[in-house]
Each structure stands twice: as structure tokens, then as C-alpha cells.
DNA sequence: AACGCTGTCAACCGCCCTCGG
DNA sequence: GCCGAGGGCGGTTGACAGCGT
């Protein structure tokens, strides 16, 4: 797998590229073993390692990392997948980080050989259900399809409808939420592309350090039904709102992962 | 058996961010 | 504030495997 040893560089002479043989393998697991992380650049002049750096740290956190998980993408990872993609945008570090042993890479490619072909047709196919024919021809894939996206429904077993998610309470004069989504974009407030404007939008405000924390606190919540807790958290943020934030987006998050 | 097509995935590239001087 | 080095990240590439014809 992968590319062939054929170095191409003009201008990185010297510097070796292609598949890793397990000599090196074995020489960059020991360095790291005994000096730790980081400083990948250093390690191909202490180690002899004809790598990069950017080579040398790829190849450890992708693939020689003893915590990498190996094997088939299980129905509750791909689940998760499909979910914060839909949250996040193809931000695959992030994804990968709430998928313990995953890498962003093997995210990607799950994504982009599989998930993609599965979830998006079928987003668009929503969009135009009404014109849509079905043939025998695509009668595996579709049912294909239509295992994905029970996957994106409300299970029989799924959490309780939450309590309607209204815009907070006026001490800090938080806009209105918008009638859609779509009035959002309109208004700049978020861009066309939601999954990735979202993140764009929710910069770090006081009380939590990222949006990412923020985020992933309420995701897992909404993941676990929790809604009082989601509930409180939400006060949190109001307690804490300066300004940074259009909460209006925060409404909408949650609309979309409950969808 | 040979060939072409397609999917997979390790690895590379280039951009961007952070940090120290 | 500017600059360069180091590192992180998403997008893309390309070798290889598997499958169909």
C-alpha cells in the first residue's frame, strides 16, 4: 500500500519518501519510546532516519502509536462519524479525537471512500424525494443507503423529545433565534455551508475554553438524553456570555443534532 | 489469463497557526 | 509588529488489491 520509495525531490535531496520499511519503523517507535513526542524534525538527525519530520510524526500518530485501534470501523463509531460530521464539517482531527484509537486519517479516508457516498447522496435525495424513481438496478444500493440514514433518525429507543430550545432570557439582550437557517445565512450570521460556518461562528467566549468544549459537552448530552443537563449548561453560558458568540446559532446546533 | 476499472489507505503536499526571538 | 521555525491539519496522490468482463 501506499507510495513506492522513489525519491522525486529536487529539493528534498537526501530525504527519503515513500512506504516506511520496518527497520525505520523500528527505529522511530525506540526514539520515541526513550525521548518522548515532539521535535520530529530532530529526530532524523539524532536517529540517522533519511524522514522528514512532518514524515516521521505522520507515521507515528497514523500508525505506530501503540493505542491505535485496528480493525473494521464498528456501527457505533460509524454512527458517531456521521453525527459530528454533521456537527463539525470534515474538521477530522476533532472527529477522530472523540474516537478513541481512531486517527484523523483513517477518519478521512472511512469518510471519503464510504460515508460520503452513503450520507450525501442521500441528503440530496431528501431534498428531491418527490422526483425521484427508484429502479430495480438501485434497489441494493438504496437499501444500502436506507441502513445509513436510520442511522441519522431517531431510533424507538432515542432520547425524549427535549424542551422546546428557545433563545435565553433576556438579562444580556441575546438576539432572537432566526425562523430557519436559512434566514441565518442570509444574514451573514452563519455561512451556507452550516457544518463548517458553525464552527467558524462559535469563537471561544468566557466560561469555556473552546468551542470545541462547549460543542462536544452539549453533544455528548444530546447523545445521552440528558436534556436538564443540557439545560444547565446552557444557563452556564448565558451567566457567561460576552458578546462573542450569537447564541441564535447555539439553537440551531441543537435542532441539527436532534434531526 | 489478461486487462481495465474501482476502492482502499498510507503517505505527501501545501496552507495555516503558534510561539519564540 | 515582524519573521522564521516547528508543528497541525485537510486535501490530494498514487500504489496496490480485488473484482468484473
Known sequence: MGRSPCPSGKKD????????TTAEDMILTDYIAAHGE?????????TG????GKSCRLRWLNYLRPDIKRGNITRDEEDLIIRL?????????LIAGRLPGRTD?????????YLSKQVIPRDH??????TVNNTVKN????????????????????????????????????????????????????????????????????GFSSFDEFGFGQFDLV??????????????????????WDCTALNYITDEWIL
Open 13 to 20: 535531496i537526501g530525504i527519503r519518501k515513500g512506504a516506511w
Open 38 to 46: 515532539g521535535k520530529w524534525r530532530s529526530i532524523s538527525k539524532q
Open 49 to 52: 532516519l533519511k524522514r522528514s
Open 85 to 93: 460530521h454533521k456537527l463539525l464539517g470534515n474538521r477530522w482531527s
Open 105 to 113: 486519517n483513517e477518519v478521512k479516508n472511512y469518510w471519503n471512500s
Open 125 to 130: 435525495k431528501d431534498e428531491q424525494n418527490d
Open 139 to 206: 434497489n441494493n444500493k438504496e437499501a444500502k443507503m436506507e441502513d445509513t440514514h436510520q442511522l441519522m433518525m431517531p431510533s424507538p429507543a432515542a432520547p425524549p423529545v427535549p424542551p422546546p430550545f428557545l433563545p435565553l432570557e433576556d438579562p444580556l439582550n441575546l438576539p432572537a433565534a432566526p425562523a430557519s437557517p436559512s434566514s441565518m445565512c442570509g444574514e451573514g450570521l452563519l455561512s451556507p455551508d452550516i457544518t463548517t460556518g458553525m464552527s467558524d461562528l462559535l469563537e471561544p467566549a468566557a
Open 223 to 244: 447523545l445521552e438524553g440528558d436534556w436538564g443537563s443540557l439545560q444547565c449548561i446552557e444557563e452556564s453560558y448565558a451567566s457567561h456570555y460576552d458578546g462573542s
